[in-house]
């Protein structure tokens, strides 16, 4: 997998800009807040249809315009293609998606590009709440999994509709109909259906990771710290092992589950907490409101974990993904390294470089070179960005 081309016009800091990328290792270098990753962020825009730094897209259009435009050219799986993605702010912002100049519609990840990207806020899957784990999860089925995206879309849709009814039935102050029971068991239905199946894939993918990162946390700490997960799908209605406070199901027998039963299950907690889910105006059951947990050597690394042994997880997991990934497509995806080599040793940029050869395309941003292991520069094309431009290139 190849970029070749990215060029993005009023976009983030840029007015208009365009990267040349090299086959190997491009490294972007300037101060911060220059529009480095701003660069990734147009690039994974295009590889996954989101972005982890904005609530909206008009945060991506430049100050005083109303269209952005990202445009990338890459080579993947025999083909080429050019893929570019137009943002119109109006009363609501719009997006246009197109292939080859084709109009794409459908699902928002529209492209063949697949990226995997170690960054600063990485360490936010142990510091942050649960919602940073399922968001990366999530992110990770759908490179290995391209219809997840379409299905976490409508479970959220079905999310959102039900906590309207929800809202409306808290208006009406427990004078509830039998149509209104009937309608919300509509919903309910739907929710567990797309729910158990959001959990099934989560679960697979869990599964395949796990080995490998644990694989890497044993290579990082030298046999010292042994990695372990739990998957949190709380329920009360069968026999569970304990996870503190939370009762959770095992992985290995969530991924023994049929999606039938996962159903009936959601859709029992769902019936026993309606009037809690009433008074709070929102659905509290369901893959929504789940959670991984990380532990070492038995200690939960979000309590328990040193500074230090927080950021060697983050990266045994980070390096699981590259291999997941690079194992599941046909070439390696391209790896986006937003200012994290300058946070990492010589050994955890050892450790990184192992998985990285040759073959697989890199671009890395830093605010200075210093600290760099030499073999992430030999051969390497070297850009400066300053103030939303590209001055060498």
Not at 34 to 49: D, V
Not at 179 to 208: C, M, N, P, T
Request: aromatic residues 6%.
């Amino acid at each position: 997998m190849r970029v070749s081309r990215v060029t993005v016009r009023n976009f983030r800091n840029y007015k208009s800009a365009a990267l040349d990328l090299h086959d190997g290792r491009n490294v972007l270098i300037g101060e911060n807040a220059q529009g480095k990753t701003n660069l990734l962020e147009a690039i994974e825009l295009i590889a996954s249809g989101r972005s982890d730094r904005s609530s909206s897209d008009r945060e991506l259009i430049y100050r005083g315009e109303n269209q952005a435009l990202i445009e990338v050219s890459y080579h993947s799986a025999g083909y080429s293609e050019t893929a570019c993605l137009l943002l119109t702010a109006g009363e609501r912002t719009s997006r246009k998606a197109k292939i080859n100049g084709v109009i794409q519609s459908g699902s928002r990840r529209f492209a063949r590009l697949t990226t995997v990207s170690f960054k600063v806020s990485d360490l936010d899957l142990l510091r942050g709440g649960p919602k940073h784990r399922r968001d990366w999860l999530d992110q990770l089925v759908c490179k290995l999994k391209s219809s997840h995206f379409e299905l976490t879309s409508r479970y959220d849709k079905i999310i959102q509709q039900r906590n309207r009814l929800l809202k409306l039935f808290f208006e009406k102050q427990g004078r509830l109909t039998g149509s209104d029971i009937d309608e919300l068991r509509v919903w309910d239905k739907q929710l567990a259906q797309y729910g158990s199946q959001i959990i099934k894939q989560r679960v697979h993918v869990l599964a395949q990771l796990l080995p490998l990162a644990e694989l890497h946390q044993s290579d990082i700490s030298g046999s010292r710290e042994r990695l372990t997960a739990k998957y949190i799908f709380k329920t009360d209605e069968m026999e569970t092992e304990s996870d503190g406070e939370a009762t959770v199901i095992g992985i290995e027998q969530l991924s023994d589950m049929a999606e039938r039963e996962l159903e009936q299950i959601i859709l029992s907690q769902l019936k026993k907490r309606r009037s809690e889910e009433i008074a709070r105006k929102q659905t509290v059951c369901g893959p929504h409101r789940d959670d991984v947990s990380f532990a070492l050597n038995d200690f939960a690394a979000t309590a328990y974990a040193s500074q230090g042994q927080q950021r060697s997880l983050v990266l045994a997991l980070k390096l699981a993904e590259l291999k997941l990934v690079t194992g599941r497509l046909e070439e390696p995806p391209l790896l986006l390294l937003d200012d994290v080599l300058a946070e990492l040793d010589l050994g955890r940029q050892g450790m990184l470089m192992q998985l990285v050869n040759s073959e697989m395309q890199t671009l890395i941003t830093t605010t200075h070179l210093d600290g760099f292991r030499s073999e992430w520069l030999d051969g390497a094309k070297v850009v400066t960005v300053k103030a939303g431009e590209i001055l060498s290139d």
